[in-house]
């Protein structure tokens, strides 16, 4: 079952990845390819069965989307310093303490703030978070989770 997953979620990558060629942008096309990714990841999360299919294939297409658009707007440092805030912000904030991240360069800009923190079954820390993120005037929320590795490092989970 692993494989075939594996080979839908390869398969839908593949075809997003066509359909990006006709868009703007390297980042838009490398948003769009790892959006659809990230959502069939969390999708594949959700479900058992053909509901489980179904639960990957939108959620490949809806993270293909955002990713495309958030991925046209945000450049290389933008995505740098949004990474190493979220990362700093999951580490060391407290539920409710928002630190934010700004790229002078381009005008975006960002603010991380961790919601809940739980301990998961399998022992890891897991923490949501919401990120606020604003392109050119206008607010985007993205809501996630993210689990802490043995490296010390933070994994978005969904």
């Not at 997003?16 to 990841?41: F, H």
């Not at 809806?62 to 700093?88: I, N, W």
Request: charged share 20%.
């Amino acid at each position: 079952m692993k494989i075939s997953k594996f080979v839908l979620v390869l398969g839908m990558a593949a075809f997003l990845a066509a359909c990006a060629e006709n868009q703007n942008s390297e980042k838009q096309t490398l948003g769009t390819i790892i959006g659809a990714g990230l959502g069939a990841l969390a999708g594949s999360q959700v479900g058992s069965g053909k509901g489980k299919l179904a639960a990957v294939a939108i959620g490949a297409l809806g993270g293909a989307f955002a990713g495309g658009q958030l991925g046209k707007a945000l450049d290389d440092v933008d995505r740098l310093k949004a990474h190493q805030t979220q990362q700093t912000v999951l580490e060391k904030n407290k539920d409710g303490q928002s630190s934010t991240w700004n790229n002078p360069n381009t005008g975006h800009s960002g603010r991380v703030t961790p919601t809940n923190t739980q301990q998961a079954s399998t022992g890891e820390y897991c923490r949501e978070y919401e990120h606020e993120i604003t392109v050119d005037g206008r607010k985007e929320v993205v809501k996630g989770t993210a689990c802490r590795q043995r490296d010390g490092s933070w994994r978005v989970i969904n």
